[in-house]
């Protein structure tokens, strides 16, 4: 299996639907760091990007993550639904890479740009894509979720494009 994703600045992936949640998410944090969960209210964002979020808790000071919520359309496009189960409960390729995205969100408080790139992982995914994870916060001092986003509809010549250069 092949899987890879690789950290790219924001400003990359701001043409995509990447971008459109991060204006979202910026503007609900106002001046705090970040939004808690509570703030957001999945029905005013697009269909896009409400099947294609995952949401996990921070557990133990990032010692492992909770999957909270698991879009529709992650479960369409990853064949699995992984709502209610832990990051350390589901074996693979990415999940030491995952546990290192989110600890990195964990401690820096920042968002983290990415794009994907699974258009070999198996039969089930045929996908260049850009994501992004988002620092979540119900006490404005410390990340207890952190918010994922990956964009299936971007175009992914140019997405693989950007990929390879980032790579380069």
Known sequence: MNYVSQEVPLEEIASSECGKLYKFWDELRGERFAPSWQDFDLPSLSRNISANLRVVDVLDDGADFFYRYWGTGMVSMCKSEKSGKRLSEIPGPR?????????????????LAIIHDARWADELIDLIAPAIRLPLSSDGETVDKVLTFTDPQGYEEEWGAMFEAAAG
């Open 95 to 111: 999940t030491a890479e995952l546990f290192a995205e989110y600890r990195t969100v964990f401690n820096s408080r920042e968002p």
